[in-house]
């Protein structure tokens, strides 16, 4: 019954977090609703009792997205009002129907079948920690590494980017300054 009563509130906390992320305009709102709908992803986790899973989940991807809410902060003028063309709802809520659907159907088709067979099968004595990494550092460590490439890459990418107007600072300044500033911004 517990189980139960907690997929049900996660899932209704987790879907609104990421309705929240998809249709807002702010961009640092939409990155706090993407950070909490990943921390609700985790509760998925510990309520299977995979812990390990959990806690990865939000180091991991929590963290990802409080890096992208840096560099959100960095690069958007949050100061403004966003001016976003509407395009044919019926089209958007049509496509985002086929969308899930597919989703849906790729998940459990694997469910349905019967020909599924474990490529490692769990081991005796062992831990969802050990298993895990057993996995992660024998089949798959290749695109581990890569990964950490790319997001090392990413990084430097951001902080370069990042340093071309280091010197000025929208909090440091005042209303007549940031409008001169706007201003300048306009005109060249």
């Known amino acids: 019954m517990f189980e139960a009563v907690a997929f049900y509130l996660f899932a209704f906390l987790t879907i609104t977090m990421f309705f929240i992320t998809v249709t807002t305009s702010q961009a640092l709102y939409a990155l706090s609703a993407l950070a909490a709908g990943m921390i609700f992803i985790s509760a998925f986790f510990f309520i299977l009792g995979a812990d390990f899973l959990g806690a990865v989940q939000i180091i991991v991807y929590t963290g990802a997205v409080m890096a992208l809410y840096a560099f959100g902060m960095m690069f958007f003028d949050t100061t403004r009002e966003v001016k976003e063309k509407q395009g044919n709802k019926y089209i958007i809520v049509g496509l985002s129907t086929l969308a899930a659907v597919l989703v849906v159907v790729i998940f459990a088709a694997p469910m349905v079948s019967e020909n599924i067979v474990a490529l490692y099968p769990a081991i005796e004595g062992v831990g969802n920690t050990q298993e ?29 980017l990042a340093g071309k107007k280091m010197d000025l600072s929208i909090t440091l300044m005042n209303d007549a300054e940031i409008e001169e500033q706007n201003n300048t911004k306009v005109l060249s």
């Open 132 to 160: 895990v990494g057993l996995i992660l550092f024998t089949k798959y460590l290749v695109p581990f590494e890569v990964a950490a490439i790319m997001l090392l890459v990413a990084m430097v990418a951001g902080i370069v």
